[in-house]
């Protein structure tokens, strides 16, 4: 059965280095998620994408966060400059069809801790 | 805004009772709502969703989720657990109207089942 694969799953990294957290969304998906999840606390909604731009961001996905599909099957999210807070579980997900009634396929998530 | 709230941050039950696992939400729309499971290492797995249709829905290992739009709940239950369904559970709600669907979550359950 076709998955959502992520790498690394776990990475450190010092406070103001720049991370990336690659993800292989399934291959015949159009939309793609990063979510994050901080210990303890709720699966929070960074941003979408589609058709090679964003489609919606919260408003945690501020100016030190991109995202970028650099060829036809990696989808990555970039954080420029870490900070503390940013330590959490990325989630991407990935789906077929836009709407809030269609399947989001997770992948197992990267879990980053910024020291 | 939407929210989800999950009654519950951890449950125990014993292998072969009742499984009910509590959510409730608030949302301006019809909802879509949905219940992920997580098992340790893996992703965020549908367990089953409601859009349209039926009130009582019906996913996969057992589980069911009935809709009550007059209480704002969409509670998950199983008739009898297993030692299997022991993992972490969270409900998420999303709204139509053009959105690209992104997934407001709970904080999640997690479910112990002693043999």
């Known amino acids: 059965e076709p998955e959502v694969t992520q790498t690394p799953s776990h990475q450190v990294t010092q406070m103001g280095q720049e991370v990336i957290l690659r993800c292989v969304p399934i291959s015949n998906h159009l939309y793609f998620y990063w979510y994050r999840q901080i210990l303890g606390q709720k699966v929070e909604f960074l941003v979408s994408?589609?058709?090679?731009?964003?489609?919606?961001k919260s408003e945690i996905f501020d100016d030190q966060f991109s995202v970028e599909r650099p060829d036809g099957s990696n989808f990555t999210l970039k954080i420029r400059s870490t900070k503390l807070e940013d330590s959490a579980m990325y989630f991407c997900?990935?789906?077929?069809?836009?709407?809030?009634?269609?399947?989001?396929?997770f992948g197992p998530g990267t879990r980053l801790t910024v020291t | 805004a939407q929210s989800v709230t999950q009654l519950g941050s951890h449950v125990s039950v014993s292998e072969g009772a009742l499984v009910l696992l509590r959510c409730n939400y608030s949302?301006?729309?019809?909802?879509?709502l949905f219940w992920y499971v997580q098992y340790p290492n893996q992703g965020l797995q549908l367990l089953l969703k409601y859009t349209t249709g039926a009130t009582l829905v019906k996913g996969i290992n057992g589980f069911e989720a009935e809709f009550k739009k007059s209480e704002t709940s969409f509670h998950l239950t199983k008739p009898s657990a297993h030692m299997s369904d022991a993992a972490e559970y969270f409900c998420?709600?999303?709204?139509?109207?053009?959105?690209?669907?992104?997934?407001?979550f709970g904080k999640g359950t997690k479910l112990s089942v002693k043999p």
């Open positions: 949302s301006s729309v019809p909802p879509y």
């Open positions: 997900a990935s789906s077929e069809e836009s709407g809030g009634s269609y399947e989001q396929y």
């Open positions: 998420a709600v999303s709204e139509d109207g053009g959105s690209q669907g992104n997934l407001i």
């Open positions: 994408f589609y058709n090679n731009e964003i489609s919606e």
